[in-house]
């Protein structure tokens, strides 16, 4: 988990139970110009992938409802085996991703997302880097405006919305009069601070870590939020 | 009926106010009339006790009876008519208390007054006409059995009965019936009321969807008069400033058929229908929504949608549309392929835009005051 950069591609493995979702997920790989992803396992259960190949994955993209059975219960066990855990889904109502956020996973991607975000996702997750994707920025938005303890800055709620309005980063800097730079700093700043309430992991763990290496928050940050999260509401 | 209205509160009123006026009347008869009458004629009877016993009873049985009148959650034990009966037993005690000489006297005060107990138990009953016909009956036939047994049933003392049976009646009769009519009369009163009441309401909403009426005709021809006008000129439909014009009329008056839908998130539903027909068109669009909209009166909501409405009208292949809410913040923005416009900026909400890359940001916010 301490590679800086993976000199071969990030090995993926993906569960999922409609076949058509997963061709699509084969061919935004492949038309990868980079080349950034390798789907090295596949099944529409969870066993099927984890007890072949697809028990290294660096990545587990896990559609959250398989065979009609919602799967957010099973994240924490996945998480806690040290696994990076990718959400995807349809659901894409802010409850359900902030669950499935405190149950530990990595990020959450709709089926609605782009190719570019998806991929960029998965990549940023292999390097243990917060990744937000727009949807989960709305979501983080509202659930942040809903509790009694807000967690996020002004400007960081600002990037966070403008993100999920669809702008990229460069747009939400003009909009801001800041850098790109610091727009994706506001904005992964917000997650690692989502990050650290909710159920503890390994995965949680290194994020953090990652994070205050980055210099995107201080490890008296991290005592503040988890003291948070620990008097804050748990689903 | 409801409960509430208050012409039938001031009608209940009324009434609580009759049948207390018969209580008291039956209460001081008693007090007034037949306890005098029980110590001074004291030498009349021939077993007094027994006389001062049927006071008694009769004080009993007024006082259960009236606590079941005032009290509406009360009932009397066996009915009415049980104690109706007791009643009337109280009346013969006191004639077969009295000497046979003293039958017509003051001292045999119970067959005249127990007309005021039935007056009270039969208060509440539908039927208490027929209820006190039958009981004064009852009563008579008592009391001439009595006169019979004191073998005084020649004319004079006959004429003396009947003097005092219709006296003793027509009192008693007379109060419940005048009681009676002045609750009907407030009922009738508190029902006219009302229904004037519901009537003016039922106007007054006339009144207002009529109004509404004109509003949003006036709105729909705002939205469509002007393209309308300019394509009767002979504008040219090709044209692109033209067509544009014609999709925003056509958004315009999507909304304006939406929004009256009775929809749980009526915010949502006039997006949803807005989005549903520029799709139509070939725009293809993504609506993405976080949080739950707060109940927004329909001003706001009209002011808020107007400008991404215009936004996502002009756009030509592609828009997302986004609806952020909170409890005391909503905000729909547009990001979309449309060219600058003059943005409308309607009372009460916050419009930004900002143009990049090609691509034309609207957003529209409202903040709770």
């Not at chain 1, 994955?57 to 806690?80: H, T, W």
């Not at chain 2, 009966?85 to 005060?109: K, T």
């Not at chain 2, 005092?164 to 009163?189: E, K, N, P, R, Y």
């Not at chain 2, 002009?314 to 997302?320: D, E, I, K, V």
Request: charged share 20%.
């Amino acid at each position: 988990m301490d590679r800086e950069r993976l000199d071969r591609p990030v090995r993926l493995a993906v569960v999922e139970d409609l076949p058509v979702v997963l061709e699509g997920m084969r061919s935004w790989v492949a038309a990868d110009p980079l080349k950034r992803v390798e789907i090295i396992a596949s099944g529409d259960t969870l066993e099927a992938v984890l007890d072949g190949p697809g028990a290294d994955a660096d990545v587990l993209l896990l559609d959250l409802e398989l065979n009609g059975v919602l799967m957010i219960g099973r994240i924490p066990e996945l998480c806690a085996q040290g696994r990076r855990v990718v959400v995807y889904s349809v659901h894409e109502d802010e409850e359900t991703v902030l669950n499935v956020l405190k149950a530990g996973a990595a990020t959450f991607i709709t089926k609605g997302e782009s190719a570019e975000h998806c991929l960029e996702t998965i990549v940023a997750v292999a390097w243990d880097r917060p990744y937000v994707t727009p949807t989960m920025a709305g979501a983080l938005v509202v659930a942040d405006a809903g509790t009694a303890r807000p967690m996020l800055s002004a400007r960081e709620r600002e990037a966070l919305l403008l993100w999920f309005q669809g702008m990229n980063k460069q747009s939400v800097a003009t909009r801001m009069g800041i850098t790109e730079a610091t727009v994706k700093q506001y904005i992964e700043r917000a997650r690692i601070k989502y990050a650290s309430t909710g159920r503890a992991a390994p995965t949680k763990t290194t994020l953090l870590a990652r994070a205050i290496q980055d210099g995107l928050i201080t490890p008296d940050d991290i005592i503040e939020y988890q003291s948070f999260a620990a008097d804050g509401p748990q689903n | 009926m409801t409960v509430t209205a208050p012409e039938l509160l001031v009608a209940q009123r009324y009434s609580k106010a009759s049948t207390r006026a018969a209580v008291t009347i039956a209460a001081a008869w008693h007090l007034g009339s037949d306890l005098p009458s029980t110590i001074f004629g004291w030498s009349e009877y021939r077993w007094p006790l027994l006389a001062l016993g049927a006071w008694i009873l009769y004080s009993v049985i007024g006082v259960a009876a009236s606590v079941a009148l005032l009290n509406p959650g009360r009932r009397l034990p066996f009915g009415p008519w049980a104690s109706a009966g007791l009643a009337l037993v109280s009346g013969a005690v006191v004639i077969v208390a009295c000497r046979p000489e003293a039958i017509m006297s003051a001292a045999n005060w119970g067959w005249g007054s127990v007309g005021w107990l039935a007056l009270i138990l039969f208060w509440p009953r539908r039927t208490w006409p027929s209820d006190l016909a039958v009981f004064f009956l009852i009563n008579a036939l008592i009391m001439l059995a009595g006169m019979a047994a004191a073998d005084s049933l020649d004319r004079v003392w006959i004429g003396k009965f009947l003097v005092i049976l219709f006296g003793s009646m027509t009192l008693q009769a007379g109060a419940s019936a005048g009681a009676h009519a002045f609750d009907l009369a407030a009922h009738w009163a508190a029902d006219n009321s009302s229904i004037l009441a519901r009537a003016e309401a039922t106007q007054k909403a006339a009144e207002q969807v009529h109004a509404d009426r004109l509003r949003r005709y006036a709105q729909a021809r705002q939205a469509a008069a002007p393209v309308l006008t300019r394509l009767a000129e002979g504008a040219d439909p090709s044209d692109p400033d033209v067509r544009h014009q014609c999709a925003v009329g056509a958004a315009r008056l999507r909304r304006l058929i939406a929004e009256t839908d009775d929809a749980p998130n009526p915010l949502l539903h006039t997006l949803r229908a807005c989005v549903f027909d520029i799709e139509r068109r070939g725009v293809v669009v993504n609506l993405l929504t976080a949080g739950t909209v707060p109940p927004l009166p329909l001003e706001v909501r009209q002011a808020l949608i107007e400008a991404p409405l215009e936004a996502l009208a002009r756009a030509r292949t592609q828009a997302r549309v986004t609806l952020v809410a909170t409890a005391n913040q909503v905000i729909i923005s547009v990001l979309s392929d449309a060219e600058e416009f003059v943005v409308p900026e309607p009372d009460g909400v916050r419009v930004a835009t900002q143009v990049e890359g090609g691509l034309l940001w609207i957003e529209s916010g409202w903040t709770a005051p």
